[in-house]
């Protein structure tokens, strides 16, 4: 499965960034993506991108997250500035190497990471 690192603790208005070895999925067409879930809130998908380079974000994160991909080794991340104290929450790496991001962030991925822990003090 897809293997995120990169999540930690940052004071609210600081960076992070995330990274995921999806050297295994991003081949043809192809969706990547970010999703998270915050205690006690449901599943919510991030951002994405897939082979055709079509890009999208939650309106949560809009102009504060940035995902991008590196195909020279494989590696999908996602920038995050502006942090803010409802940014917490465990963030998950997916992928499927047989879809497009029909759906932006809400498309169905196949393949998760483990996730990793991000928490944003206030």
């Known amino acids: 499965p897809p293997v995120e690192s990169g999540g930690g603790s940052v004071q609210a208005g600081g960076s992070l960034r995330l990274s995921c070895d999806v050297s295994e999925y991003a081949d043809g067409g192809y969706c990547l993506g970010w999703f998270r879930r915050a205690p006690g809130k449901e599943q919510e998908g991030v951002a994405s991108?897939?082979?055709?380079?079509?890009?999208a974000y939650a309106d949560s994160v809009k102009g504060r997250f940035t995902i991008s991909q590196d195909h020279a080794n494989g590696t999908l991340y996602l920038q995050m500035n502006s942090l803010k104290p409802e940014d917490t929450a465990d963030y998950y790496c997916?992928?499927?190497?047989?879809?497009?991001?029909?759906?932006?962030?809400?498309?169905?991925?196949?393949?998760w990471g483990q996730g990793t822990q991000v928490t944003v003090l206030s």
């Open positions: 991108i897939d082979s055709d380079g079509e890009i």
């Open positions: 997916a992928a499927d190497p047989t879809t497009d991001c029909y759906d932006g962030v809400d498309t169905v991925l196949r393949y």
